[in-house]
């Protein structure tokens, strides 16, 4: 169990080396230095046997987080509990001395962790089995590739066993193999009770391995919840970001047809007119644009939010423009039951431009989507945007809705699956009879 | 403090151990370098004092017992030296460690204290069986002479622990604090005579704290007599009071520490 409250971090910056002089000279009567706050007013808990997320952009506050969690950074204010034996992976190799070999760095290591000889004597097969070194073992660590040297400390950190467990961006090393087995190696520690704070910028593994994640912004918790949530609210602050940064001239959109030539039956029109079924907008979105109605419909416009695997769902957006927008980008996310977007979609991607809009215009937009996904329940998320300058996605998020209806895709007739796997992807079979 | 010391004693030893045997790799005498080198000092001590600049002071019978007296005083000192100025640079040495895991602070300026007394203890053992070589007089105040010599390394210590802090912060304190050691080596009577200072001088020299150990140590292994209890209570008085000045600055000053680094 982690319990974080009110915690904040202040760096003090000098100058120069001879400020600190001074001001520890006058006994703080000449203050010389500026503060930093790295973290402020972070609170937060993890249950026992609960996996945490934590995102945020570069200097948001996640390492200065993590270091206060495992103790080697202390806070400026605030406190912070963590039950139990707690090991932190903020480096790997920390300590590992290059001239010691594989073996004598386990033991080293483990001694500044503050784990006793006898305890890693007992798990050091484990340990050695799962680093896969072979010969090596007994080699001195300066000979090792890099991969091996992560591996070895990898394996010595997953079998300290610990009850509280911090990640930093560890699993973005080895070859594919060896990330699935830490991947399962985490599952494990997780069904065994484990509590696991874990910081990527990789936001598929958060989003698949975390219960839960936060968003740090500035040294400040600015998300909190649903990991599939807080990662578009990641994604959004990156592109307010991208927008901060560049102003480069926006690609001129030709208006195409206004009408769009598009048919809205009247049923959808009506349901449209309606508050979105969603509990909430994101709170990241600017809200340039918002979408004020949003429905689903099956081939025959009713309402509908169940389809056959294979079939077709038509999803419509009533998106009204609060300020003017020229490169307006309608999309929708699908994701699974573990987290994982199954596929996302958006007027971007497929190269279709949607007409300029001035502040209090609205437009209807829909999206047609063969689901052919494998049976099962999807959260969708749809959400409006804008381009930004000539970057790619994710551009600026407006608006986003959240926590609508899952979508039911339901499996088509009897007998075997249609496929295995995800989605379902196209196959063409033939064959042919050798008869001679 | 004491707790966390004891709870990485194998780190601290095992590392010391390490140091020891390391400081010499790649040679092909190795470990061998670590007898050598503390020899060699004597032999040159006794070369140079002994028929170069002949110094014979009063008191002194032999040529040889002023190497002694040089020795005494010398191998401890660079012992001690060690200490402080290892100590000073412990935490930035180690910044790697310190910003990352969360070891106690201590731990560092520990392991560097551990390997300068485990120099010590060879170059001393060399000294005594130098001692019974030459034919020198070695009698049972010698059994002192390990008491004292862990005194002296407390203190150091001690002073390792604070200057190590404080040198976090303000980088200049390492660069002072060599001239300082080296001032202070001239302020106490070890390659020369306490008789030859002036009166005044020497009513001072109560007030340095490096002079009892020094002095206790010319006692015991030139003059073969047990030092005062007042010398004992000197020495117990630094070496009890360094760290624990030590480590209240470190605890003062710990939470901004690692920032520093």
Redesign the interface.
Known sequence: MVSVSGLGKR??LYAR?AD??LE?ASFGAMRRHTEFWALREVSFTVRAGECLGIVGVNGAGKSTLL?IL?????P?EGSFETRGRLV?L??LG??FQP?LTGRQNIF?SA????FP?RYVRERLAAILDFAQLGEFVDQPVRLYSSGMFVRLAFSLFAHLDPDVYIVDEALAVGDVFFQQRCFRHFRALRERGCTILFVSHDMEAVTHLCDRAILLNGGKLTAEGDPVHVVHDYFALKGQAFAAGGAAPVRSVPPTDDRGGLHVPAGVRQRLAQPPPATAHAPAGTRATEIVGFTASGRDDEERWSVDSGGVLRFWYLVHAREACHDLNVGIHFYDRRGILAFGVGTINRGVVLPAMAAGDRVICTLAVRLALQPGQYTLVPQSGGLTGNSPEPGVLHDRLDGLPPIVVTRAGHGPAGFYGLIDLETDIAFARLDD | MIVNLW??R??IV?NALSDVR?RY?GSAMGIAWNVITPLAQIVIYSLVFSHIMVMRPTGFGSRASFTLYLCAGLLPWAAFTDCVLRGANAFIENA????????PEQIFVAKNAMAATLFLAISMTTLGLVTVVVGGPLSPAWLGVPLALLLFQGFGFGLGLFFGTLNV????IGHALLIALQLWMWMTPIVYLETILPATAQRLMAYNPIYPFIDALHRMIVGGEWPGAAQWTAMVFWAGIAPVVGYLVLRRL???L??AL
């Open positions: 760096f003090k080396p600190r002089l520890w270091k495992s103790r080697a950074l202390y400026t932190s903020l480096d920390t300590g001239e080293e001694q500044l962790l503050g000889e | 709870r990485y194998t780190y095992k390391h790799a790697h460690y310190l910003k990352k895991l969360p070891i912060f303000i980088r200049d710990r939470p901004e690692r920032d």
